[in-house]
């Protein structure tokens, strides 16, 4: 996401500019006969003056979700909260410190979240761990001076994958603690520096052998494969054009059609394996700055920041009819 924290009226004021027809496709310029996302609510609101502006989002296996709420855009401290599928209640899971972000979240298979604190000060900006029943501490340290966005776990669950947006990097990060190393830096995930919101590689997710990134500046989404020493093989950009993009999520496991939240556009595309994309959710359905998609089954969850006022913040869901995918 646009993650600059003083730069939140600028984003506010970009969301405003784009306008999107539902269910446009975006590679054909048709429409598909049947809408692919159907029964859209708010599953949960939220408080954005109280600092609950929510930026990322997982899918636990009890079908609760975990959300990381930025906090500073509102001048509150950042939290972790835990969200049930319904939106009946909210659970703080972590409060971080005034002037920090929480920003990307994800979950190992011991039940541990791992998340990405963005902070000036370099005691704390890096990515944690909160273990069942424990007490938050830093796995390792990222620079101060860069902007730890996605984070995304392996299936071996020994590496962690985080994106910088300000570095352009990808840093991998033992899940044991340890010094975070470059795994991968290029161009490709670098941000614009002439751009009004100099912001780079963004979303993460770690799918079927590769790593997964959107560049927010330069509108794409890229894979990057995992090779079996473990090191970052050729970039293929999946599509462009995609303006405002931000995080993503897959159908399912072993599915590589993606939902891309497209946060200055107020969008929500689907994205084929071919390049080809539709968009599926608009400002009409209620999006507001969206910044992160999830999938449970045929859910599909959608966190709205809501930068621009009135910052009515929320988490959205919706049906995913199989249908309209087949059918685009």
């Given at each position: ?25 975006a590679a054909a ?96 900006a890096g990515v ?66 002439t751009a009004s ?132």
């Open positions: 996401m646009s993650k600059k924290l003083n730069l939140a009226a600028a984003v506010a004021a970009a969301a405003a500019v784009f306008v999107s027809a539902p269910y446009a496709s310029g048709r429409e598909h006969a049947k809408p692919i996302v159907t029964d859209v609510k708010t599953v949960a609101p939220f408080d954005w003056s109280a600092g609950e502006v929510p930026e990322n989002i997982t899918v636990n296996p009890d079908s609760t979700l975990t959300v990381s709420m930025l906090g500073s855009y509102a001048g509150k401290r950042p939290e972790l909260v835990r969200v049930s599928a319904n939106g009946q209640h909210k659970t703080v899971l972590v409060t971080g410190v005034l002037g920090d972000g929480f920003t990307g979240n994800t979950r190992g298979s011991d039940r541990t979240i791992y998340y990405n604190v963005w902070s000036k000060d370099a005691s704390r944690w761990k909160l273990p069942p029943g424990g007490h938050p501490s830093r796995l390792a340290a990222l620079p101060a001076d860069g902007l730890p966005n996605g984070l995304a776990i392996d299936p071996s669950g020994h590496i962690l994958y985080v994106s910088d947006s300000y570095k352009g990097t990808i840093w991998a990060v033992p899940v044991a603690g340890g010094q975070a190393r470059a795994w991968l830096t290029d161009q490709a995930l670098a941000p614009v520096p919101i100099p912001i780079g590689v963004n979303g993460l997710r770690y799918h079927n052998g590769a790593v997964w990134v959107t560049n927010f500046n330069k509108s794409t989404l890229l894979r990057v494969p995992v090779t079996a020493a473990g090191k970052p093989g050729r970039i293929h950009q999946v599509t462009g054009g995609e303006v405002g993009i931000d995080d993503f999520n897959f159908l399912s496991a072993r599915s590589d059609i993606v939902f891309t939240a497209r946060n200055t556009t107020n969008k929500v595309d689907v994205v084929y394996p071919n390049g080809t994309k539709v968009t599926v959710l608009t400002a009409a359905d209620g999006l507001a700055s969206p910044t992160a998609t999830a999938v449970r089954g045929h859910e599909l969850y959608i966190t709205d920041a809501s930068l621009a006022a009135p910052h009515h913040a929320q988490l959205q869901g919706g049906r995913i009819n199989l249908a309209g995918l087949q059918g685009s």
